[in-house]
């Protein structure tokens, strides 16, 4: 085929002008009765939009975002469809349909801006103001090019939906719109193609796929006249379709494309980062968090309608993999329906729309928020949700215990103060209430401070410090812990008043650079601190180790590991919240290359697609039965692979991991990068018991 | 309805507690305090019964400081309609506290008193007893279960034998054990917006009750701290070692 076109195109005969004519066949009461209709459709989209934006702004005021911002997402994030991760067959569906959908957007406006141009100079049918010459070709080749894009992508969203697998949403209405942008593009072609066979455009292989259709009709033995009502009949069907879908639009599932843009542009929500809650605020209105759909910020309900259903979210979510009630995109759609339901006052939410099981259920791993293509974060609506909860004391047993030991003694064990710097018996580490001049603060955390097996990981990384010479001093009695579990379990005053005595308590020892073993104390100094007041440079253990090891700082590795396999568990407040996936590595390597005997394996879900190992978001408090905590298919994954030695970097992983490998019987052994770092260094002696 | 629930303010049992060097008192200085866990299972069974039957009023007491505020305003963030402070700075003896509530009792004729069986400092489980005593009213003590059969209440109550049930008429007293629920988180937002609630002090001088203490504290005594433990090498050796223990040989 293609050689035969090649030869239209340079064979054909001179043409006095490049061009076509708009409107073409459509006598003069049909385009009256098309710009009607037009008008019809437009206002209909225009009402659309504004019961949508209405609605939004039932929702609080939401911050406002830097012009840059909003242009670099806008090419990023929406124009170059950045976000896809997973399912290629759909993002691949959606990339072609989109652009195709773009560029014949485009091609139109460009068609109604000539026509509107030709008729204020006065032009004739056949003499265009634009829409001719190099020009013309070139927008036939662009547009009938994606134009085939466009029908490939309807078509592979509609084999999914006739295939039936996968958690997408699968309601009539989204199929109808699929098929009706199906139809519109496959219609375009046939006009396209009795166009070029009623009016002889010249170069008509510039439309290689119209050109096939004109080949086709006139193979079929179209005649010239049945062509014109053909052309006519099918013009009128494209056009009404397409001006339907124009009015359609935003009563359907379509609104994401506007929504999505608008969250995709406007979202003001870094993963790890909480919106803070003013105590004045909550002192006036006696409101804490989200108990109606008025106490979303509008960016938030723009979130509820810029949903697909895609369920990306929900293959991601580790508390749906693990069977517990909580689904993110159920969590969405069902406050979806809630901003839509007629009935004022508005619904309560927490315990009613959304069971209070479910909103238990998330370990705030982000896991949902991290892979929405449309930028949603249904964890961020979970945690505004269990603010309120919290207020209304719906939370009992052991995790209200947590909170309120955390409350009483400043830590979820319970144990006294005083009992802080137990872990270090022996080691010599110096407080800074004594030691003024350190260079950087070593956060111990709670973990580390009483849990007998964690207790060892401040060990490993103390003597670590020790050997590399570096100036560090701890905290001890003075510490309390961040309140990051508190916060994420929704008791944001908890939190604050944590974090104001911490804050305190580092502006008093002059701290200004931090490293903590724990990615869940890393991000709440990172990202919570600063909105208490509280600045500082905050490195995780394993990039602190890394760049000890790349300065040369620390002696080389040499032990030898007789057959070891190691793995590496990415922890979701390092890998997803923080973007820090090659620092645990190369300290690993590290520790590796001492032999060179160690292989290091990945795991099937690794980096910001690791799998939460279930004590995040307070979870770590809750007393499930082992069977069925959240993190249980990723033990499996971890005892599934060749691995001998799990390296963790999180002390909730590790206990988590931990406890599930032994209730498996497993003979994996789960250690922190910093005892495995330690090991290679000096293996005779190990990381000693405290 | 009204129930009323008298509440004790208790050190944290997370925290080491450790007598005076006089022996004379406990050192409770710097250690936190909470709302007697037994009572705080009280006032959420009497919030449940308050959530589940119309026209219940759920009043808290405490007697004591001001340091009082914090466990009462647990209580109202709980779910309890008002407190009282009976303002007291003497340290009382399960006697004569129960002779301040027996006047706070008829001061605000309750239908039913629910309280912890026995506050986690001191452990005299007595004050219920004799608070019931002191009214003439029907007990039922180390409660499990709660339920209303019409003007009656049906108690079932842990026993070292078995579950005891009881039927009582009202005006009753009920005395809570660990089992009959797990209390609800009164988080700071909680208590904050329970802040309106009104919370009254009286002084105990007030009530007309003359206090005469039967029970004197002579000497605290700080427990044996827990020896380190031993490992041994066999299930063998630990039966010869519990066999020489118990003194039968081995």
């Known amino acids: 085929m293609a050689p035969a076109l090649l030869a239209e195109i340079t064979t054909s005969a001179q043409p006095p002008l490049l061009t076509r004519e708009i409107f073409g066949n459509i006598p003069a009461w049909a385009r009256l009765l098309f710009y009607a209709a037009a008008i019809v459709a437009i206002g209909l989209w225009t009402y659309g939009l504004y019961r949508r934006v209405r609605r939004w702004r039932r929702g609080r005021p939401a911050g406002r975002i830097r012009l840059n911002v909003v242009i670099r997402r806008l090419l990023r994030d929406v124009l170059l469809q950045n976000r896809f991760r997973g399912r290629p067959f759909a993002g691949t569906a959606h990339v072609l349909l989109f652009s195709g959908f773009m560029v014949l957007l485009l091609g139109t406006i460009l068609v109604g801006v000539e026509h509107w141009l030709a008729d204020l100079l006065g032009r004739a049918p056949n003499d265009p103001v634009f829409h001719k010459g190099v020009y013309f070709g070139i927008y036939e080749l662009v547009t009938d090019t994606f134009g085939i894009a466009f029908i490939i992508g309807c078509g592979m969203f509609l084999l999914r939906r006739i295939r039936g697998q996968g958690s997408f949403d699968r309601s009539a209405g989204t199929t109808g719109i699929v098929t009706l942008l199906l139809v519109i593009g496959v219609t375009g072609y046939l006009v396209e193609g009795l166009r070029i066979l009623l009016a002889a455009t010249p170069l008509p292989g510039l439309s290689p796929i119209g050109f096939v259709c004109a080949k086709g009709f006139a193979a079929a ?11 006519f009949t099918l013009w009128w069907l494209h056009a009404a379709l397409a001006l339907g879908f124009v009015a359609w639009m935003p009563y359907s599932r379509m609104m994401h494309a506007l929504a999505g843009t608008v969250n995709l542009v406007l979202r003001d929500h870094p993963l790890g980062e909480m919106r803070p809650v003013s105590l004045e605020e909550v002192e006036t209105t006696g409101l804490i968090g989200v108990a109606t759909i008025e106490d979303f910020t509008r960016s938030q309900l723009v979130e509820l309608d810029a949903c697909v259903s895609c369920g990306r979210c929900q293959d991601t979510c580790p508390a749906f993999e693990a069977g517990k ?7 969405v759609q069902d406050l979806l329906a809630a901003m839509n339901a007629p009935s004022r006052p508005s619904a309560r939410l927490p315990g009613h729309v959304i069971a209070d099981e479910t909103l238990w259920s998330c370990t705030t791993c982000q896991a949902c928020a991290d892979i929405c293509p449309l930028g949603i974060s249904p964890m961020r609506m979970i945690t505004d949700l269990r603010r309120n909860l919290i207020g209304e004391g719906a939370l009992r047993g052991s995790p209200a215990t947590a909170l309120q030991k955390t409350d009483r003694a400043g830590n979820p064990w319970g144990m006294s103060g005083a009992e802080r710097m137990a872990w270090a018996a022996g080691l010599d580490v110096p407080l800074a209430r004594d030691h003024a001049d350190f260079d950087v603060l070593y956060w111990v955390g709670c973990a580390a401070a009483y849990d007998r097996r964690v207790q060892r990981i401040a060990r490993s990384v103390v003597q670590l410090l020790k050997a590399a010479n570096v100036n560090f001093a701890v905290l001890g009695p003075e510490e309390r812990c961040t309140g990051e579990s508190a916060r994420r379990m929704g008791d944001e005053l908890l939190f604050q008043q944590l974090a104001e005595q911490n804050v305190s308590t580092l502006g008093q020892r002059g701290v200004r650079k931090i490293v903590a073993h724990c990615p869940h104390c890393v991000n709440s ?64 390597a590290a520790a590796v290359n001492g032999n060179g005997a160690l292989p290091i394996v990945e795991l099937p879900r690794n980096r910001r697609d690791t799998s939460c190992c279930g004590g995040g978001g307070g979870r770590m ?47 994996v052994e789960v250690k922190d990068i910093a005892e495995v770092l330690l090991e290679s260094l000096n293996p005779p002696s190990g990381s000693g018991e405290p | 309805m009204k129930i009323l629930v008298p509440t004790k303010r208790v050190p944290d049992t997370d925290q080491k507690i450790v007598a005076s060097a006089d022996g004379l008192r406990v050192e409770t200085d710097h250690i936190p305090h909470v709302i007697n866990p037994f009572d705080a299972i009280a006032v959420e069974e009497a919030v449940r019964i308050s959530e ?37 700075a003497k340290p009382l003896d399960p006697w004569n506290v129960s002779r301040l509530l027996k006047a706070i009792v008829e001061r605000e004729t309750p239908d039913l008193v629910l309280m912890g069986k026995q506050a986690v400092d001191d452990d005299a489980n007595q004050t219920g007893q004799f608070l019931a005593a002191l009214l003439d009213w029907p007990q039922a003590t180390f409660a499990s279960r709660l339920e209303f059969i019409g003007n009656e209440l049906r108690v079932d109550r842990e026993t070292d034998h078995g579950i005891e049930t009881l039927t009582l008429t009202l005006p009753a007293l009920v005395t809570t054990d660990l089992r009959l629920n797990e209390p609800r988180y009164a988080s700071m937002a909680g208590i904050m917006k329970a802040r309106k609630k009104p919370l009254e002090t009286i002084a105990a001088g007030e009530l007309g009750v003359p206090l005469e203490p039967r029970v004197e504290v002579i000497r605290y005594r700080s427990g044996d701290t827990r020896r380190a433990g031993e490992r041994l090498a066999s299930l063998d050796e630990f039966a010869a070692l519990i066999a020489q223990a118990a003194g039968i040989g081995g």
Not at chain 1, 221 to 231: I, K, L, W
Not at chain 1, 626 to 651: D, H, K, N
């Open chain 1, 621 to 667: 408090w809750f007393d499930d039965p082992p069977a069925q905590r959240v993190g249980q298919s990723r033990v499996q994954e971890i005892a599934a692979s060749r691995a001998t030695t799990l390296a963790v970097a999180c002390p909730f992983c590790m206990i988590m991991l931990g406890d599930g490998l032994a209730a498996r019987a497993s003979n």
């Open chain 1, 221 to 231: 033995g179209v005649e010239s006249d049945s062509a014109r009502t053909m052309h």
């Open chain 1, 325 to 331: 009630p909580l689904s993110p995109r159920n969590v």
């Open chain 2, 52 to 88: 589940r039957l119309r026209d219940v009023e759920v009043v808290a007491v405490g007697i004591g400081g001001p340091e009082y505020e914090q466990p009462l305003r647990t209580a109202l963030a709980m779910g309890a309609a008002r407190g009282i402070i009976v303002q007291c």
């Open chain 1, 525 to 588: 100094l990172r990202r919570d601190y600063p909105q208490m007041g509280g600045q500082y440079e905050v490195v995780h253990h394993s990039e602190l180790l890394a760049e000890l090891i790349a300065e040369d700082r620390l002696p080389k590795a040499t032990s030898t590991t007789n057959g070891r396999v190691i793995t590496f568990h990415d922890p979701c407040y390092l890998a997803r919240a923080n973007d820090i996936t090659a620092a645990p590595r190369e300290v690993l």
